[in-house]
């Protein structure tokens, strides 16, 4: 009788486990970065684009790019696409050098997630 209560017990627990399933939380994680990482360009980009696995909340989206003494390069705030995947910012004229590129989001499910990566632009295009 113990071993067929002990079975009815773990066959209940196992229906309320299959039928409450509990959803997966998720974290903004950057799929494609524009300039990428670790990238050489010949000239400068007129924006930092990166692309997120899931969407970021635009009020807590932080995007700077910094150059090698580490003065913030971006031109305005950053920018949120409406779907929520895509975080922009425009830059200034950029020189030769190494840019850092530090990103800061929130995830839709409020999870906290950052970054940090470097490209850098040739020195007269070689």
């Known amino acids: 009788m113990k071993k067929l209560s002990l079975w009815l017990y773990a066959g209940a627990l196992l229906a309320i486990g299959v039928s409450n399933p509990i959803a997966a939380s998720a974290h903004s994680f ?16 007129p924006e930092v684009v990166i692309k997120f696995d899931a969407p970021v909340e635009k ?9 090698a003494g580490g003065t913030n390069q971006a031109v305005g705030a950053p920018e949120v696409s409406d779907d929520g995947r895509q975080l922009s910012i425009k830059v200034g ?12 989001v929130v995830c839709i499910d409020t999870h906290h997630t950052n970054g940090s990566y470097i490209f850098t632009i040739a020195n007269g295009g070689s």
């Open 30 to 45: 950057p799929e494609q970065e524009t300039p990428s990482a670790g990238q050489k360009v010949a000239s400068p980009p």
């Open 59 to 67: 009020l807590f989206a932080k995007l700077e790019v910094a150059d």
């Open 93 to 104: 004229a950029l020189k030769p050098g190494d840019y850092t590129v530090k990103w800061a």
